[in-house]
């Protein structure tokens, strides 16, 4: 198996990328991709097997370390995102966790927006500290304290952005012309915005991870996760780490991707626009005290998305006035929205982060990251718009 389609890829414009990237057809000349639930491959001869470990044959050697689909959805989304390599795993923590821990030593220092991930955050500010590894968090959108906490020499800048679920957006060329030149590389989880809306490698950054259990797949269907970088990092850096420690993709599970990007443009698209028109309505309800929409003129960094993403994603925040008990009685007069931590399905799902996703953190760490008791975190999907606003609309009516 070559990879004879990925250099032609590049000519293609994004959405003809998603469709056909790191296509490869089998001798069967099958329409659809080959789903290839093989472990190990077989060797012709001793000499073959030889050949084939000491690197002076490219080819399958066992599936931890290459697998014919896997490198299909590796190829497709390399091209889409515009990266000249990537490396799949088996969930987005797996992505983040060997993005981050597999270019660092004890002595270093990392940089991290303080607005993350529940599990994120557990890596940097619970995981990094026991191996020697300082951390500093800063808030996402001062640039001035990153400037601060940059002033020294540091391996690793890992942000959010737009941030989960507080939909902070950071400035990823200005935080990574700081972190370069403390000697730092840029690592993006870029899962909210998609590789459809925001290209973080274009805009400076080094390294980007995805949770594909989110948008790439979009219907709820398994977990996967990615790196994309440039070729040595994936190659000399991540490679060695991911081959030896092993959160390798299913092949099952890489082919249910990568028939996910297929469609990932045409159903953004639907996101972003439901997005919009939810949050604009949510806006108008004197039951919300405030909704945190990218897409919104009120939110604090409207124009910094305008110039840095294509669209505005499919999540969003609101807070009540009515606090936590506002926010459950909501949560239980939906009947079309469903109660899910999960994100960018195409169903519409919704969440309280102070009791689900960001259970564990200790409250004034949620404070500080923006969280508060009365706001609720809205994926929303693919149905008709309306009937997600008349969902929300009698959930609201009413509401202390
Ligand atoms: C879900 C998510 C992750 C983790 O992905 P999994 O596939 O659940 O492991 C990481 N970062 C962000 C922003 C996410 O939303």
């Not at 790191?22 to 329409?31: D, H, I, P, W």
């Not at 994309?228 to 030896?244: T, W």
């Not at 108008?284 to 604090?300: D, Q």
């Not at 807070?319 to 195409?346: F, Q």
Request: proline share 4%; glycine share 8%; net charge negative.
């Amino acid at each position: 198996m070559g990879n004879a389609d990925s250099s032609s890829s590049k000519q293609w414009r994004p959405r003809t990328r998603a469709v056909r990237g790191g296509l490869n057809r089998t001798g069967f000349s099958e329409t659809s991709e080959a789903l290839f639930l093989t472990s190990g491959y077989v060797y012709g001869s001793a000499a073959e097997a030889e050949a084939s470990f000491d690197g002076t044959l490219d080819r399958m050697v066992y599936s931890r370390f290459k697998n014919p689909t896997i490198a299909t959805f590796e190829q497709r989304l390399a091209a889409l995102e515009g990266a000249e390599a990537c490396r799949a795993t088996a969930s987005g923590m797996a992505a983040v966790h060997a993005a981050i821990v597999c270019q660092l030593k004890a002595g270093d220092r990392v940089v991290a927006s303080r607005a993350l991930f529940g599990s994120c955050q557990w890596i940097i500010n619970e995981l990094l500290p026991r191996f020697g590894i300082e951390r500093v968090f800063v808030d996402g959108p001062d640039l001035d304290a990153w400037a601060v906490a940059l002033a020294k020499p540091t391996a690793v800048v890992f942000l959010e952005t737009p941030a989960n679920p507080t939909l902070e957006i950071i400035d990823i060329r200005a935080v990574s012309d700081l972190a370069h030149a403390a000697g730092a590389k840029v690592v993006v989880d870029n899962v909210f915005a998609t590789p459809m809306l925001q290209s973080p490698l274009k805009l400076g950054a080094d390294i980007v991870v995805y949770s594909a259990t989110k948008h790439i797949d979009g219907q709820g269907r398994c977990l996967g996760g990615a790196v994309l970088s440039d070729q040595a990092f994936c190659q000399d850096v991540l490679g060695p780490y991911l081959r030896n420690t092993g959160p390798t993709l299913s092949p099952f599970n890489a082919w249910v991707l990568l028939k996910g990007l297929e469609t990932l443009d045409l159903r953004v698209e639907r996101h972003c626009a439901n997005a919009l028109k939810i949050a604009r309505f949510l806006e108008s309800r004197p039951e919300v005290a405030r909704v945190l929409y990218p897409g919104l003129e009120s939110h604090p960094q409207h124009a910094l998305a305008a110039r840095q993403m294509t669209g505005w994603g499919s999540i969003l925040a609101l807070e009540l006035k009515g606090g936590k008990p506002a926010a459950y009685t909501l949560l239980d007069r939906l009947g079309l929205i469903d109660i899910s931590n999960n994100l960018g399905d195409a169903k519409s799902l919704i969440t309280h982060p102070w009791t689900t996703t960001h259970q564990r953190l200790a409250a004034e760490d949620k404070l500080a990251m923006g969280i508060s008791e009365g706001m609720l975190r809205l994926s929303v999907g693919l149905e008709d718009g309306d009937d997600l606003v008349e969902d929300l609309a009698q959930a609201l009516d009413g509401l202390g």
